[in-house]
């Protein structure tokens, strides 16, 4: 589809600001997209500080927990941490985890299969883990909505701590403490991830063992390590990195390399990340992904040992392993797009009067139709939802466009489902496989009556329209320092005014299907590189100009350094 570009309004004081805050105009303009006003917060904002974290004391509900736990540390009850199978449970999990082995707990950890079991609590894991002898049960980025497990937590004699930052209903469960940023008014940051939240609560528990808010070297030294870990949960789950999430985010991504634990090495190795600083896009498409695929492809456990008690040959072979799930998942991934594409052309599921898309085939394999559902929301610009068939039952995924909530859209239709839960852009559910045609009826007539026409067609944030010539290596670099970029700091996208062709594009790239270009703006010529984008030679070599929206980056290549173009998007003469 044609993309609207949307322009974000030049800042009047930009250049005055520019003189004040010591940086290009353009960077100035970039901040002040993102919410920056003042010198302050450039400075905070370009150099995030330590002491940008929140005193975890401010974090609802972590103060008693911490006591929990450290009463259990005394008396060397067993605990059992009970985490989520995506990365932040997965990385929330792992630093309690070291924090309580070195505290001298005795401590394990229990995460469901995300197929047979599903997300969050239930009942009969409770079951087991009361008969291994657990005695205290700590969960993290899970449990806020588990009544009814809570309450069987406590007939199983289990004490129960939940740590979680999911949206809350208006009863919560029963239990010794709840660490959540939203249950309680006055904390800051309501966006904290769950590796976030369990953050804190190690914190706070460091404190109260060091019986200071000072703690002592160890837990100093543990608490710094375990911000690469925070890092992953927090860019991993795509919360907005502002206020402390940020402090989180930069640190941890610039402690990576240097980690000290093995399974994290063993993924930068084989993430081909093992000799280079790591950013935001290693961690959303190299990093996180392998994670993810030991809960996807077969079981999350080995995601978090990996990440605990692994040593260094033993950390390898998972890392290996996850990797090649990966593999697999990205080729099995491929499969299921093309065969979603296929389904909803030929059934017309994306015409224009149907404004949201179901789909439901046997053989998918429900770990990865949540990828797929958001390929089929980039391409076709509306909610989706995938349902894998087995027997009797489907599972699903769901994911959405920005203005349309999938968990008030899943609680609209709540009467076809069996079960339900996510946030407003991504959901899950289970339903009878009977129930599928009057689902599918019920949740598009809803996206017919919330959603506009114009609410389906794409649109392209742009921070600036600009000259090429102002993109000299320094600029680009300070653009560059304005990571790592992800939800409410997306990667500065800027615009040009019409430019000249230099020479003939090339169709590069295995099956030739990425644009490799050179533009001339004036005196200033860049070349540029349109990765999936062959389908616009034709009209590039016809018009001979165009505007483009890009991300400017800086390419090395045998030592030499230069300013380049990553485009987006394209603009042709009487297509506007």
Same mark, same amino acid.
């Given at each position: 589809?044609?993309?609207?570009?949307?322009?974000?309004?030049?800042?009047?004081?930009?250049?005055?600001?520019?003189?004040?805050?010591?940086?290009?105009?353009?960077?100035?303009?970039?901040?002040?997209?993102?919410?920056?006003?003042?010198?302050?917060?450039?400075?905070?904002?370009?150099?995030?500080?330590?002491?940008?974290?929140?005193?975890?004391?401010?974090?609802?509900?972590?103060?008693?927990?911490?006591?929990?736990?450290?009463?259990?540390?005394?008396?060397?009850?067993?605990?059992?941490?009970?985490?989520?199978?995506?990365?932040? =449970? !997965? $990385?929330? &999990?792992?630093?309690?985890? +070291?924090?309580? #082995?070195?505290?001298?707990?005795? %401590?394990?950890?229990? *995460?469901?299969?995300?197929?047979?079991?599903?997300?969050?609590?239930?009942?009969?894991?409770?079951?087991?883990?009361?008969?291994?002898?657990?005695?205290?049960?700590?969960?993290?980025?899970?449990?806020?909505?588990?009544?009814?497990?809570?309450?069987?937590?406590?007939?199983? =004699? !289990? $004490?129960? &701590?939940?740590?979680?930052? +999911?949206?809350? #209903?208006?009863?919560?469960?029963? %239990?010794?403490?709840? *660490?959540?940023?939203?249950?309680?008014?006055?904390?800051?940051?309501?966006?904290?991830?769950?590796?976030?939240?369990?953050?804190?609560?190690?914190?706070?528990?460091?404190?109260?063992?060091?019986?200071?808010?000072?703690?002592?070297?160890?837990?100093?030294?543990?608490?710094?390590?375990?911000?690469?870990?925070?890092?992953?949960?927090?860019?991993?789950?795509?919360?907005?990195?502002?206020?402390?999430?940020? *402090?989180?985010?930069?640190?941890?991504?610039?402690?990576?390399?240097?980690?000290?634990?093995?399974?994290?090495?063993?993924?930068?190795?084989?993430?081909?990340?093992?000799?280079?600083?790591?950013?935001?896009?290693?961690?959303?498409?190299?990093?996180?992904?392998?994670?993810?695929?030991?809960?996807?492809?077969?079981?999350?456990?080995?995601?978090?040992?990996?990440?605990?008690?692994?040593?260094?040959?033993?950390?390898?072979?998972?890392?290996?392993?996850?990797?090649?799930?990966?593999?697999?998942?990205?080729?099995?991934?491929?499969?299921?797009?093309?065969?979603?594409?296929?389904?909803?052309?030929?059934?017309?599921?994306?015409?224009?009067?149907?404004?949201?898309?179901?789909?439901?085939?046997?053989?998918?394999?429900?770990?990865?139709?949540?990828?797929?559902?958001?390929?089929?929301?980039?391409?076709?610009?509306?909610?989706?939802?995938?349902?894998?068939?087995?027997?009797?039952?489907?599972?699903?995924?769901?994911?959405?466009?920005?203005?349309?909530?999938?968990?008030?859209?899943?609680?609209?239709?709540?009467?076809?489902?069996?079960?339900?839960?996510?946030?407003?852009?991504?959901?899950?559910?289970?339903?009878?496989?009977?129930?599928?045609?009057?689902?599918?009826?019920?949740?598009?007539?809803?996206?017919?009556?919330?959603?506009?026409?114009?609410?389906?067609?794409?649109?392209?944030?742009?921070?600036?329209?600009?000259?090429?010539?102002?993109?000299?290596?320094?600029?680009?670099?300070?653009?560059?320092?304005?990571?790592?970029?992800?939800?409410?700091?997306?990667?500065?996208?800027?615009?040009?005014?019409?430019?000249?062709?230099?020479?003939?594009?090339?169709?590069?790239?295995?099956?030739?299907?990425?644009?490799?270009?050179?533009?001339?703006?004036?005196?200033?010529?860049?070349?540029?590189?349109?990765?999936?984008?062959?389908?616009?030679?034709?009209?590039?070599?016809?018009?001979?100009?165009?505007?483009?929206?890009?991300?400017?980056?800086?390419?090395?290549?045998?030592?030499?350094?230069?300013?380049?173009?990553?485009?987006?998007?394209?603009?042709?003469?009487?297509?506007?």
């Amino acid at each position: 589809m044609q993309k609207e570009w949307i322009i974000s309004p030049e800042w009047p004081r930009w250049q005055s600001a520019a003189a004040e805050w010591s940086l290009p105009p353009l960077v100035v303009q970039l901040l002040h997209n993102r919410g920056v006003e003042t010198a302050d917060e450039a400075r905070a904002f370009v150099s995030p500080r330590m002491d940008g974290l929140l005193p975890p004391e401010t974090l609802p509900g972590v103060s008693r927990a911490a006591d929990v736990v450290c009463q259990a540390i005394e008396r060397r009850c067993k605990i059992v941490l009970y985490g989520d199978y995506d990365v932040d =449970g !997965i $990385t929330g &999990v792992a630093l309690l985890w +070291h924090l309580l #082995k070195l505290a001298g707990a005795e %401590v394990s950890y229990y *995460v469901p299969h995300r197929i047979e079991e599903g997300y969050g609590l239930n009942s009969e894991a409770l079951a087991v883990i009361s008969e291994q002898g657990a005695e205290l049960v700590v969960t993290v980025d899970c449990g806020i909505t588990s009544v009814d497990e809570a309450k069987v937590a406590r007939e199983k =004699g !289990i $004490t129960l &701590v939940i740590t979680d930052h +999911h949206q809350p #209903k208006a009863e919560l469960p029963q %239990v010794a403490a709840i *660490v959540h940023p939203t249950v309680e008014d006055g904390y800051p940051n309501g966006d904290l991830c769950g590796a976030g939240v369990a953050f804190k609560l190690a914190w706070m528990v460091a404190q109260r063992l060091s019986g200071s808010d000072r703690v002592l070297p160890q837990y100093r030294e543990f608490l710094i390590n375990a911000l690469p870990l925070v890092a992953l949960g927090t860019i991993a789950d795509v919360v907005p990195l502002t206020s402390e999430n940020r *402090v989180i985010a930069h640190r941890g991504l610039a402690l990576l390399p240097q980690t000290p634990l093995p399974g994290l090495r063993a993924l930068l190795q084989v993430a081909g990340l093992s000799d280079s600083a790591v950013d935001g896009t290693d961690v959303g498409f190299k990093i996180a992904p392998r994670l993810n695929a030991a809960g996807r492809m077969g079981h999350a456990r080995l995601a978090i040992d990996l990440l605990t008690w692994a040593d260094e040959n033993r950390a390898r072979e998972i890392a290996i392993y996850l990797d090649e799930h990966n593999n697999t998942r990205q080729a099995t991934q491929r499969k299921y797009v093309k065969q979603a594409c296929e389904m909803i052309d030929q059934a017309g599921l994306a015409d224009d009067t149907r404004r949201a898309i179901v789909l439901a085939a046997e053989g998918w394999h429900a770990g990865i139709i949540g990828i797929v559902a958001a390929r089929v929301v980039e391409r076709y610009h509306r909610p989706a939802v995938l349902i894998a068939l087995e027997g009797a039952m489907g599972q699903g995924s769901a994911r959405s466009i920005p203005c349309f909530a999938l968990n008030e859209a899943l609680e609209n239709c709540a009467e076809f489902l069996v079960s339900h839960g996510g946030h407003a852009m991504a959901a899950g559910l289970r339903i009878e496989r009977e129930l599928v045609p009057e689902f599918s009826e019920a949740f598009v007539r809803y996206a017919g009556n919330v959603l506009s026409g114009t609410a389906l067609l794409p649109r392209l944030k742009i921070d600036a329209v600009v000259d090429l010539p102002i993109l000299d290596e320094r600029t680009v670099r300070a653009i560059q320092a304005l990571g790592p970029f992800g939800q409410a700091n997306p990667k500065p996208v800027l615009a040009t005014e019409w430019l000249e062709l230099v020479e003939e594009p090339r169709c590069v790239g295995s099956s030739g299907q990425h644009l490799q270009l050179s533009l001339r703006d004036g005196g200033a010529v860049m070349r540029g590189i349109a990765f999936g984008a062959a389908d616009k030679n034709e009209a590039l070599r016809e018009h001979r100009r165009c505007r483009v929206a890009f991300e400017p980056v800086i390419n090395e290549f045998r030592g030499v350094r230069r300013v380049e173009m990553q485009v987006i998007d394209f603009k042709f003469p009487g297509g506007e």
